[in-house]
């Protein structure tokens, strides 16, 4: 009986763990479905996001620059130098490691700069766009001295005929720190990419010029990136998916207004189903711990309950096979002294009357033999 509960128990007990596992992973799948679905709609508004907040940023420049160019503090300047102090007065709250100033003629001369180096980093063709226009003129992005930068410039004529060129050249990593807001997730980056496919903007620096086209044809590796960067540069926005190292990608994208680049938010799917399958592996354990708990308190009551009916059947049995000795002596040993004398007077009264009787029945009838019998039976359980 006890091997029967204990194999009843085992049973439940298995079947018990696995519904709750199987009820687990059915509902760590859904929830990493539901968190990639969330992902693909979450993506591209955050791209776009990013990408205004990325073209609202440099329009901010540009028109300040312009703006400052046509001041009177500009136009009414007596030096260079002042002329200087006017640029760098219209981005007093941005000045600093980012940001450089300087002041050019018509023909690329430095006038005036707070950083000779980065000036120089200026070409002469970029100064002379900047002079054909009313507008301001943005150069592409260029690397100079290990560093990303790119450059803003407005001209206006100083005077009757002098012309002047004011430019803001600015670090890149100011707009990389821009754009990563926007990420999405741990790992999640954005970047930049030109038209031609080649990354210009990114918070890792060896992948700055590489061509993400390129890159897919010499390395199998990178064929799902390639991928969806040709998707990517086929549209102006959008989602698309991609997989690296074991990784899966959502990957949301936005046209920007400048460098003919496009804002793409790339975000790590296992970012936010780590988080189900840590929460799996903690019901699992768990479960197991509280199937052990409840085996060691069944087995502790189930013996509580089950000794008594045990025994009780036990001795059943044992009064169903036994003989009347058997039965009388396993009645002396339940019945208290005093209740046997009383019983055992009884039965001795009886005992005399029927031996009286049987002397008297057995000359007439010799087959009746129960009297010695119970003459036998009456000295087996006698009492010292």
């Known amino acids: 009986m006890k091997t029967l509960r204990s194999k009843l128990l085992l049973a439940m007990l298995s079947i018990a763990l696995i519904i709750t596992v199987l009820l687990s992973l059915v509902s760590v799948y859904f929830i990493n479905v ?14 776009v996001q990013a990408a205004k907040n990325f073209d609202s940023t440099i329009s901010s420049y540009t028109n300040n620059i312009v703006s400052t160019v046509k001041s009177d503090s500009f136009l009414g300047a007596k030096t260079d130098a002042d002329r200087l102090k006017a640029v760098k007065s219209g981005f007093a709250d941005n000045t600093g490691f980012y940001l ?13 700069t ?40 407005a001209s206006t004529k100083s005077g009757n005929t002098e012309q002047k060129v004011a430019c803001i050249t600015i670090q890149s990593d100011m707009l990389i720190n821009a754009l990563n807001e926007y990420t999405f997730g741990k790992s999640g980056y954005v970047y930049l990419v030109g038209k031609d496919g080649e990354i210009l903007l990114h918070k890792d620096t060896d992948q700055i010029g590489k061509n993400a086209l390129e890159i897919g044809k010499k390395d199998e590796e990178y064929t799902e990136v390639t ?42 799917v296992a970012d936010f189903t780590t988080a189900s399958s840590s929460a799996l592996t903690n019901i699992i354990v768990m479960g197991v711990v509280l199937m052990c708990l409840t085996v060691l308190f069944s087995l502790l009551f189930a013996k509580r309950i089950t000794k008594p009916i045990i025994s009780t059947t036990n001795r059943l049995r ?67």
């Open 34 to 47: 539901s968190a990639k679905d969330t992902l693909k709609s979450t993506a591209e508004p955050l791209a």
């Open 100 to 112: 450089n100033f300087t002041v050019y003629d018509g023909n690329g001369i430095v006038l005036a």
């Open 114 to 153: 707070d950083n000779e180096m980065v000036s120089s980093s200026v070409e002469k063709e970029h100064i002379i766009s900047a002079c054909e226009r009313s507008s301001a003129y943005i150069t592409d992005i260029y690397t100079f001295g290990g560093k990303n930068y790119f450059s803003i410039l």
């Open 227 to 268: 991928n969806a960067v040709e998707k990517i540069l086929a549209n102006n926005s959008g989602t698309t998916e991609y997989k690296f190292k074991d990784n899966n990608y959502i990957v949301g994208y936005y046209g920007s207004s400048y460098f003919d680049g496009t804002v793409v938010m790339v975000t790590n």
């Open 318 to 384: 044992s009064l169903a096979q036994a003989t009347l000795p058997t039965l009388l002596t396993c009645g002396i040993q339940r019945t208290s002294l005093a209740s046997f004398q009383t019983l055992w007077k009884k039965l001795s009264s009886a005992s005399d009357s029927i031996s009286t009787l049987s002397q008297w029945l057995l000359p007439r009838y010799p087959r009746v033999t129960f009297a010695i019998e119970w003459k036998a039976l009456s000295r087996a359980t006698s009492i010292r």
